[in-house]
């Protein structure tokens, strides 16, 4: 669903590569973990992977499509939740869904029945119809959830998403995570809470530096020592002696 070829991003002042040189495969059915301590290059990598940001070399393919080649193609296959809550906050929450719902071209009868689904499901139809300032930082949050949801896209791509949300929400986009993959799709999502990583994600990657320190299911990151936790293993790869968690 996601390839990376040799991808780096380097940023002008000082040349320094915030990613140097990325190799990576994330399949569909699977739910896939970034992990790394702060400024590794997550987010620059995420950036990348969604169009935001330009890699400096290598290619990116979603779902086999090349994205600096077709980039609406590509964008239209995602799901993006950004790890900030820049949102318009002058529009009710509906207007702001429906202002995406326009801009991915879902169709009245889909968008009504995923809105219903989705509202719901996150607790949020009663604040539906306010001004996004007034949200709490967790209500930003399912907002942005349901609008990226809301085109029913086969890839979704998370930075942080559970930040903020009370712990039914959080449950329930992690049941809506397996369920996504279950059906064939895929999700690629950053977190720094280490064991939610290692409860739900079928291959982890760890980046450190700018580069994949490992990349594997729990099994294949232990290497044979079974009771390795995930902490103690991003610890060991990263060097992080605990800082940025």
């Known amino acids: 669903m996601i390839t990376l070829n040799n991808i780096s991003k380097t940023y002008a002042r000082g040349g320094v590569k915030a990613v140097d040189n ?5 399949k569909r059915g699977e739910i896939f ?13 995420i950036r990348m992977i969604t169009g935001i940001l330009q890699p400096t070399e290598g290619t990116i393919f979603i779902d086999g499509i090349n994205l600096a080649e077709s980039p609406e193609e ?15 906050e002058r529009l009710s929450g509906m207007e702001y869904l429906n202002f995406i719902g326009d801009v991915y071209g879902v169709s009245t009868p889909a968008r009504k029945a995923r809105l219903k689904k989705f509202l719901d499901m996150f607790e949020l139809s009663d604040a539906a ?4 300032r007034s949200y709490s930082r967790g209500m930003k ?8 949801l809301l085109h029913s896209p086969p890839l979704w791509i998370l930075d942080e998403p559970m930040v903020g949300l009370d712990p039914k929400s959080a449950l ?8 996504h993959c279950d ?23 760890i980046i450190s530096g700018g580069r994949l320190a490992a990349v594997g299911t729990m099994d294949e990151l232990r290497s044979g020592k079974d009771d390795d936790t995930l902490e103690k293993l991003f610890f060991e790869l990263t060097d992080d002696g605990g800082e940025g968690l």
């Open 22 to 26: 990325i190799d990576l495969n994330v």
């Open 33 to 45: 973990g970034f992990l790394g301590p702060n400024g590794a290059g997550k987010s620059t990598t």
């Open 74 to 88: 590509c964008k239209a296959k995602i799901g993006y939740v950004p790890d900030n809550h820049e949102i318009f």
């Open 129 to 132: 119809g306010s001004l996004i």
């Open 141 to 148: 949050q399912k907002l942005l959830l349901i609008g990226a």
């Open 172 to 179: 329930r986009l992690k049941e809506q995570m397996r369920e």
């Open 183 to 205: 059906a064939g799709n895929a999700v690629f999502f950053s977190t720094h809470v280490l064991e939610v990583a290692e409860r739900l994600c079928d291959r982890i990657g």
